[in-house]
């Protein structure tokens, strides 16, 4: 879903990030406020003047539900691992734009390694950047990354590295995420 306008009202204390600036913050039950963005599993909350984003293991406290991270049938199967984990980094998105991270073009690495002695367990290595260095939300899209990505049976871990060389520009964004936000 994509714009929303839906009211909700927090049925229980919560903490959500505040937008751009990244800061953590507790909003408490019987918060009012929009979704204005409902994507990849979190959400971006508009109450009184301000922006927030919530994540997704916390969609009970507006009543929703949480995603369901995918199930790898075959972790043996190097190819369906990788496929699942782009998949769930296409599930990340800036709380600002509604397009997900990888159409923006912000995921410059995404390296899937064997682990020791092992065929069924990985590890991954991302290089990603943002649409702007002074972005808040970098810490908080990493998170997101290394939690989905994690999350997923056969991931032992997942480290997220910001890098900002070479700098993004539009032209990084795919056809369909230009098209999404008016530049095509």
Same mark, same amino acid.
């Given at each position: 879903m994509y714009h929303t306008n839906e009211p909700v009202t927090f049925n229980r204390n919560c903490s959500v990030t505040l937008i751009p600036n990244g800061d953590e913050v507790e909003l408490p039950e019987g918060a009012f406020g929009y979704i204005t963005q409902e994507l990849g599993g979190s959400f971006t909350i508009y109450i009184e003047g301000n922006l927030f984003r919530l994540s997704g293991k #916390?969609? +009970?406290?507006?009543?929703?539900e949480a995603i369901i991270i995918p199930i790898i049938q075959n972790p043996k199967d190097y190819d369906h691992v990788s496929e699942i984990i782009w998949q769930q980094l296409?599930?990340?998105?800036?709380?600002?734009i509604p397009v997900n991270i990888v159409d923006l073009g912000l995921i410059y690495k995404c390296e899937v390694l064997h682990e020791? #002695?092992? +065929?069924?367990n990985?590890?991954?290595?991302i290089d990603m950047t943002l649409t702007a260095p002074g972005c808040g939300m970098g810490p908080i899209l990493m998170q997101d990354i290394k939690e989905k990505i994690e999350g997923l049976s056969?991931?032992?871990?997942?480290n997220v590295e910001l890098v900002f060389d070479p700098p993004w520009n539009q032209s990084m964004m795919s056809d369909e995420a230009k098209l999404q936000t008016g530049m095509l």
């Amino acid at each position: 879903m994509y714009h929303t306008n839906e009211p909700v009202t927090f049925n229980r204390n919560c903490s959500v990030t505040l937008i751009p600036n990244g800061d953590e913050v507790e909003l408490p039950e019987g918060a009012f406020g929009y979704i204005t963005q409902e994507l990849g599993g979190s959400f971006t909350i508009y109450i009184e003047g301000n922006l927030f984003r919530l994540s997704g293991k #916390d969609a +009970d406290a507006i009543g929703k539900e949480a995603i369901i991270i995918p199930i790898i049938q075959n972790p043996k199967d190097y190819d369906h691992v990788s496929e699942i984990i782009w998949q769930q980094l296409k599930t990340c998105y800036d709380p600002e734009i509604p397009v997900n991270i990888v159409d923006l073009g912000l995921i410059y690495k995404c390296e899937v390694l064997h682990e020791k #002695d092992t +065929d069924e367990n990985y590890q991954v290595i991302i290089d990603m950047t943002l649409t702007a260095p002074g972005c808040g939300m970098g810490p908080i899209l990493m998170q997101d990354i290394k939690e989905k990505i994690e999350g997923l049976s056969c991931i032992s871990t997942c480290n997220v590295e910001l890098v900002f060389d070479p700098p993004w520009n539009q032209s990084m964004m795919s056809d369909e995420a230009k098209l999404q936000t008016g530049m095509l």
